[in-house]
Nanobody, 124 residues
Framework: QVQLVESGGGLVQAGGSLRLSCAVS????????WAWFRQAPGKEREFVAR????????YYADSLKGRFTISRDNAKNTVHLQMNSLKPEDTAIYYC?????????????????WGQGTQVTVSS
């Protein structure tokens, strides 16, 4: 079992930056994939980015490339999401997710492990 706890959300003005963190605990291996999703009010959960623990296979939602960066700190068992040039449309609850399978997927149903989410609000 893997436990995920997100942090780092908050209120930021448009154009600002935030760095989200996902603290990972429990039993996991290098065969896990780690992802960030987001869900805005009234919308479906949306893929943001995904990485392997080695960082060798990283994927982003096409619309977010260049503004968001996923990374991991292996020593601290943490996965980060750096978000720059934030826009009001980035407002959402951001979730960390994981699966013991390195096959790439951008589907929320693929990932069995989820954190509780952290709210990001971008004001105009």
């Amino acid at each position: 079992q893997v436990q995920l706890v997100e942090s780092g959300g908050g209120l930021v003005q448009a154009g600002g930056s935030l760095r989200l963190s996902c603290a990972v605990s429990g039993r996991f291996t290098k065969a896990y994939a780690w992802a960030w999703f987001r869900q805005a009010p009234g919308k479906e959960r949306e893929f943001v980015a995904r990485t392997s623990w080695s960082g060798s296979s990283i994927y982003y939602a096409d619309s977010l490339k260049g503004r968001f960066t996923i990374s991991r700190d292996n020593a601290k068992n943490t996965v980060h999401l750096q978000m720059n040039s934030l826009k009001p449309e980035d407002t959402a609850i951001y979730y960390c997710a994981a699966r013991e399978d390195l096959t790439y997927s951008d589907s929320a149903t693929w990932y069995p492990y989820w954190g509780q989410g952290t709210q990001v609000t971008v004001s105009s």
